[in-house]
């Protein structure tokens, strides 16, 4: 395995021909587009792990019975969790759960679910 020192001259070495240029920024473009892309889907997951919870959480809550304490949380988890999605910067699920808050908001309470 070769020397960082190795490397390092090998660069320099090379560094005056545009060929190798070339391709070293391409190389560096590619890479930085699949970091971001790394980073946006390991946010995404750690998004959609939070949910998860959130809902195995609410079908605990459900299950022992909710009363109006139970609506408010919902609506507290929503909250959080349009919060958490728009630190991740994970737009559809910001825009869903921002719809989903509107609409429980506005509904009247003589309506029939």
């Keep these: 395995m070769p020397s960082e020192d190795d490397v390092h001259d090998l ?3 090379d560094a005056d021909d545009p060929n190798v240029s070339t ?3 391409e190389n560096i473009s590619r890479l930085e587009d ?3 892309h790394e ?3 390991r946010r995404e997951e750690r998004f959609l792990w939070v949910f998860a919870l959130t ?3 609410d079908g605990g ?3 022992n019975g909710v009363d109006f304490s139970g609506v408010v949380l919902l609506l507290l988890q929503i909250v959080f969790l349009m919060l958490l999605a728009w630190h991740f910067k994970i ?3 910001y825009k869903l759960l921002g719809d989903l ?3 429980l908001k506005r509904r009247d309470p003589e309506d029939p679910p």
């Design 23 to 25: 391709q070293l920024v």
């Design 39 to 41: 980073r946006d889907a």
């Design 55 to 57: 809902l195995v959480a």
């Design 61 to 63: 809550l459900i299950w």
């Design 11 to 13: 660069a320099l070495d």
């Design 34 to 36: 699949e970091l971001a």
């Design 91 to 93: 737009d559809w699920a």
């Design 101 to 103: 808050f509107d609409h």
